[in-house]
């Protein structure tokens, strides 16, 4: 920090030591009360890690020496990065250069208040920066001999343990969840689910029941916020509801679909695949792996673009390497991304539904020719959209309907032994 000014150095180090108290206090304030007449458990159990897959790029890792930063930063609310590299005196073309490296992961444009960044200097500048999200997921951007950076995507996966909630519904369901011990986002997550099989005005009675099996993720003893529905049963007095994940879809007890399904190509025909998913794809000239995280369909400018699915779109924007690009959450499992546009027909926060027209294919951004790339991203990660597990299907394939039922029985088993549990208190 020595080589910034000395006010920059002051306001650095204030920020610092008011966010150092910060998350003092916010430590002493994480846990959560389980109200009289709700139970939760958690179950000793060792699960497999539910999330996909990902590629060799991102490895759990320990930091090494060189990502220990000697200037660190946390994202305030208002900050974009352009902001920040000036108060650190980087040069606007360094940021380019991390931009367009950042290119086939766009973690940089989700910046927002939390996230922290890491710089380390030498004599030519910026050597490596480092952005961190949350307590598992981190990128690392080195400079290479010709000035350009590489990076390197780390996720620590932790550990999933699932919880069993049981409780009764006083009020709404979220609320009601909230109250037994859910988080928020996953009573939310719930009534997404049901919402095409429950009228949630009509069918719900005070006094129903309901239980919730869900693995949270923890790293070394802290929750990362990341957590994953399993299973919920609703017994009501007018209406009766399962949901269970089973091939990273979900299906209610007798295995059939509640998800409405994707698309798997998202426009109105096929077109020739210009270039396929490749997570290890290295660039022809740097010889720097440049992973592909997408599709490319080779398609020319204007050709009608198609959601891929029902969701709300959470990004419009123009991006100096990626172009004109869109993406849209379907729900908190699944993302999907449309780069390189020349025109889009929806905005930010709009509700969209599957095969809905939504943009012009084009040729923006840094672009060899006019095409398509489309990303699809399931737990925050990308998959190849041609081969992943979507739901494309309504029910369960004849030959994995003994798996599935095992799996049901399994967690109305341990339901059933944490209600059990309860009443004996």
């Given at each position: 920090?020595?080589?910034?000014?000395?006010?920059?150095?002051?306001?650095?180090?204030?920020?610092?030591?008011?966010?150092?108290?910060?998350?003092?206090?916010?430590?002493?304030?994480?846990?959560?009360?389980?109200?009289?007449?709700?139970?939760?458990?958690?179950?000793?159990?060792?699960?497999?890690?539910?999330?996909?897959?990902?590629?060799?790029?991102?490895?759990?890792?320990?930091?090494?020496?060189?990502?220990?930063?000697?200037?660190?930063?946390?994202?305030?609310?208002?900050?974009?990065?352009?902001?920040?590299?000036?108060?650190?005196?980087?040069?606007?073309?360094?940021?380019?250069?991390?931009?367009?490296?950042?290119?086939?992961?766009?973690?940089?444009?989700?910046?927002?208040?939390?996230?922290?960044?890491?710089?380390?200097?030498?004599?030519?500048?910026?050597?490596?920066?480092?952005?961190?999200?949350?307590?598992?997921?981190?990128?690392?951007?080195?400079?290479?001999?010709?000035?350009?950076?590489?990076?390197?995507?780390?996720?620590?996966?932790?550990?999933?343990?699932?919880?069993?909630?049981?409780?009764?519904?006083?009020?709404?369901?979220?609320?009601?969840?909230?109250?037994?011990?859910?988080?928020?986002?996953?009573?939310?997550?719930?009534?997404?689910?049901?919402?095409?099989?429950?009228?949630?005005?009509?069918?719900?009675?005070?006094?129903?029941?309901?239980?919730?099996?869900?693995?949270?993720?923890?790293?070394?003893?802290?929750?990362?916020?990341?957590?994953?529905i399993e299973g919920f049963v609703y017994d009501g007095a007018i209406r009766k509801q399962s949901a269970f994940l089973f091939d990273d879809n979900y299906f209610d007890a007798e295995g059939e679909s509640l998800e409405k399904a994707f698309q798997r190509i998202p426009l109105a025909k096929r077109y020739r695949i210009s270039s396929s998913f490749n997570p290890k794809r290295r660039h022809p000239i740097t010889k720097m792996i440049r992973p592909h995280n997408g599709t490319d369909f080779a398609v020319g400018i204007g050709t009608p673009v198609l959601?891929?699915?029902?969701?709300?779109?959470?990004?419009?924007?123009?991006?100096?390497?990626?172009?004109?690009?869109?993406?849209?959450?379907?729900?908190?499992?699944?993302?999907?991304?449309?780069?390189?546009?020349?025109?889009?027909?929806?905005?930010?926060?709009?509700?969209?539904s599957r095969g809905q027209k939504i943009a012009a294919s084009g040729n923006s951004g840094r672009s060899t020719g006019a095409h398509l790339h489309y990303e699809l991203h399931v737990n925050g990660r990308p998959v190849n959209a041609m081969t992943a597990p979507i739901p494309v299907v309504?029910?369960?394939?004849?030959?994995?309907?003994?798996?599935?039922?095992?799996?049901?029985?399994?967690?109305?088993?341990?339901?059933?032994?944490?209600?059990?549990?309860?009443?004996?208190?």
């Open positions: 920090m020595s080589h910034l000014p000395t006010p920059h150095r002051i306001v650095l180090g204030s920020v610092f030591i008011i966010l150092l108290v910060s998350v003092m206090l916010s430590e002493n304030s994480s846990a959560v009360p389980v109200p009289p007449g709700q139970f939760r458990s958690t179950l000793p159990l060792e699960l497999d890690d539910p999330v996909v897959t990902v590629d060799e790029q991102a490895e759990t890792h320990e930091p090494s020496s060189d990502e220990n930063p000697s200037i660190s930063y946390v994202v305030q609310k208002g900050d974009m990065l352009s902001t920040i590299f000036d108060l650190l005196h980087i040069s606007q073309s360094t940021l380019y250069k991390l931009m367009e490296a950042d290119v086939n992961l766009l973690a940089l444009d989700t910046i927002q208040p939390g996230h922290q960044l890491g710089f380390n200097f030498d004599e030519n500048g910026l050597k490596q920066f480092i952005f961190r999200s949350g307590l598992t997921y981190k990128v690392v951007f080195d400079r290479g001999e010709k000035g350009d950076f590489e990076f390197k995507e780390y996720i620590e996966k932790g550990g999933y343990r699932r919880e069993i909630i049981s409780g009764t519904v006083e009020g709404d369901l979220p609320r009601s969840m909230k109250r037994a011990g859910a988080r928020i986002a996953e009573a939310y997550q719930v009534t997404h689910l049901l919402k095409e099989r429950m009228n949630f005005r009509s069918h719900l009675r005070a006094g129903d029941k309901f239980q919730l099996a869900v693995s949270r993720q923890y790293v070394n003893g802290e929750y990362t916020g990341s957590s994953i959601a891929a699915g029902d969701g709300v779109v959470s990004r419009v924007i123009k991006h100096r390497y990626a172009g004109l690009y869109i993406e849209i959450q379907h729900n908190r499992k699944y993302k999907t991304r449309y780069l390189h546009l020349s025109k889009a027909y929806v905005r930010k926060g709009q509700k969209v309504q029910t369960i394939p004849r030959n994995k309907r003994g798996a599935f039922k095992q799996q049901v029985a399994l967690i109305k088993s341990q339901m059933a032994e944490q209600l059990a549990q309860a009443e004996k208190q």
